[in-house]
Nanobody
Framework: VQLVESGGGLVQPGGSLRLSCAASGFTFSSYVMSWYRQAPGKERELVAA????????NYADSVKGRFTISRDNAKNKVYLQMNSLRRADTDVYYC?????????WSQGTQVTVSS
């Protein structure tokens, strides 16, 4: 099982970034996929999730209206489009899925929002 992220970086407040997560080694289209983020010394928090066919999504209140999660089951990829970024969005971002009680994580990518 592999989850490989790309797309993080430095962006100014109000800017946009798009994270991608490429999945392999499991039946991607069968699983809910999620994005989490974590700041140093804090617990990892759920940012957004999308159902296996992409028909339903949910978001943390802090990102509603600014972030959009989507997936392409033909490409085994999940995305996080982040708009109107704020300094408070600075974190390491991870993609995730859960099989039974086991969580699988990507390597994490740093998103820094700063002028």
């Amino acid at each position: 099982v592999q989850l490989v992220e790309s797309g993080g970086g430095l962006v100014q407040p109000g800017g946009s970034l798009r994270l991608s997560c490429a999945a392999s080694g499991f039946t991607f289209s069968s699983y809910v996929m999620s994005w989490y983020r974590q700041a140093p010394g804090k617990e990892r928090e759920l940012v957004a999730a999308v159902t296996s066919r992409g028909s339903s999504t949910n978001y943390a209140d802090s990102v509603k209206g600014r972030f959009t999660i989507s997936r392409d089951n033909a490409k085994n990829k999940v995305y996080l489009q982040m708009n109107s970024l704020r300094r408070a969005d600075t974190d390491v971002y991870y993609c995730n899925f859960r099989h039974w009680d086991i969580d699988y994580w990507s390597q994490g990518t740093q998103v820094t929002v700063s002028s």
